[in-house]
C-alpha cells in the first residue's frame, strides 16, 4: 500500500505522521528540537526529526522504502543552505521517493487554508507567516519576522509590572496575576528569581502570556495596548506576506493557528484580522481545522498526486492522534 509521510518540526516538538494516499493515518511519532537554529547543532535538530519518524514507521509497521513521498515542515528551513541540509538528511534516510521541505509557516497555511493558497499566522512560543499565491509563489517570514510569540508577551508583561511598581506607568491588574504565577508576594521578588546569581530561572516567565489576554480582554489599560500593539504588528507582516506574492489586490484567506491565538479572548485575532482588512477588505480570517502537522501531510499527498477532497479530510480528521500527542 502507498504511503506517504509528513513531519512538522519545531523548538518545543517534532511531530511525524505515517499516512495511507487515502488519508488514513497509520503511525504517529513524537521527539524534541528539530530546528537546525534551535538545537545544539544541526546534526541533533536532524536525529530529534528521524526518531520521530522512526517512531511513526514502526508505529505502522512499514519501513522507509515504503514512503511515496515525504514533506517537512521545518522551523529553521530557512535560508538556500538550510534546504539543501534538511533535503539531502531526508534523502539519506530515503524518506520518501520524493522529499519536499517548507518552512513551518508554509506547512501551517497548508493546514488551514481550503487550497493552500492565503496568508497564515502562527503564534504560539514564537510566531511565523507565511504566504503562497494559486501559482505556487511563496514566502515566509524567517528571520524577517519581528513580532513574536508568548515568550515575547510575556517579556512585555513583566516590563508592564516593573514599571508600575515604580511608579512610571498607572498600576495594572497585571500585578496581582503576574505575582500569582510566581507564588511571589512582591514584584520585587519576581525580579530578583529571574536576574539573581545562580538562581534557577522559573519556566513560568515564558507563560505569562495568558494572565496578560486575560487582562487585556478584563479592560486593564496596560494590557489592551500590549495586546492591540501585537495584534497590528501581526497585521503589518502578514500584509508583507501578502505583498510578496503579490496577493494585495485579491480576496485571500488570513489563517490563523498557534496556542496564543487560540485563547478565547477575541481582541489579538480581532485587531490582526481588523490590521489586514483595512488594507485589503477582501482578506477574510479563518481559524485552522487542523494542527500544523496536517499541513505537511497534505503536502506530501500533493507531491503524491493525490488532491485534497471532502472525504480526505474526513479521513485524516478522524484518525488523527489524540491531543496529548500535540501539546507542548
Excluded at 123 to 131: E, F, L, Q
Excluded at 160 to 188: C, H, K, N, Q
Aim: aromatic share 4%; proline share 4%.
Amino acid at each position: 500500500m502507498d504511503l506517504i509521510l509528513g513531519v512538522d518540526g519545531g523548538n518545543t516538538k517534532t511531530l511525524a505522521l505515517v499516512v495511507r494516499c487515502d488519508g488514513t493515518i497509520v503511525g504517529a511519532g513524537r521527539a524534541g528540537c528539530g530546528d537546525i537554529y534551535g538545537a545544539v547543532s544541526p546534526a541533533a535538530a536532524i536525529a530529534e526529526i528521524e526518531q520521530a519518524v522512526e517512531e511513526a514507521l514502526a508505529a505502522a509497521g512499514v519501513v522507509a522504502a515504503d514512503l511515496v513521498a515525504g514533506a517537512f515542515s521545518l522551523a529553521g528551513a530557512d535560508w538556500p543552505e538550510d534546504f539543501a541540509l534538511l533535503e539531502a538528511a531526508m534523502r539519506r534516510a530515503g524518506y520518501g521517493r520524493t522529499i519536499t521541505v517548507v518552512n513551518d509557516a508554509i506547512g501551517a497555511l497548508y493546514a488551514g487554508s481550503p487550497d493552500g493558497t492565503g496568508v497564515a499566522v502562527a503564534c504560539g512560543t514564537g510566531a511565523a507567516i507565511g504566504a503562497r499565491n494559486a501559482a505556487g509563489q511563496i514566502w515566509h517570514s524567517s528571520f524577517w519576522q519581528e513580532p513574536q510569540g508568548a515568550g515575547e508577551l510575556s517579556s512585555r508583561a513583566l516590563r508592564a509590572v516593573y514599571r508600575a511598581e515604580l511608579g512610571i506607568d498607572p498600576p495594572t491588574m497585571l500585578t496581582a496575576l503576574i505575582l500569582a504565577a510566581f507564588a511571589a508576594t512582591s514584584v520585587e521578588a519576581v525580579l530578583h528569581q529571574l536576574t539573581a546569581r545562580d538562581m534557577a530561572r522559573p519556566e513560568v516567565r515564558r507563560q505569562l502570556v495568558r494572565p496578560l489576554i486575560d487582562a487585556a480582554d478584563a479592560g486593564d489599560a496596560a494590557a489592551r495596548r500590549i495586546i492591540v500593539a501585537h495584534g497590528e504588528a501581526l497585521g503589518d507582516y502578514a500584509l508583507a506576506a501578502a505583498r510578496k506574492v503579490g496577493l494585495l489586490a485579491t480576496s485571500f484567506p488570513l489563517v490563523l493557528t498557534g496556542g496564543v491565538l487560540r485563547h478565547p479572548s477575541p481582541l489579538l485575532r480581532d485587531t490582526l484580522a481588523a490590521r489586514v482588512r483595512a488594507a485589503v477588505p477582501g482578506a477574510h480570517a479563518m481559524h485552522s481545522r487542523f494542527e500544523p502537522i496536517v499541513g505537511a501531510v497534505l503536502l506530501a499527498l500533493e507531491q503524491a498526486g493525490i488532491s485534497r477532497d471532502s472525504e480526505l479530510l474526513q479521513r485524516l480528521a478522524a484518525t488523527l492522534p489524540a491531543t496529548t500527542f500535540f501539546a507542548t
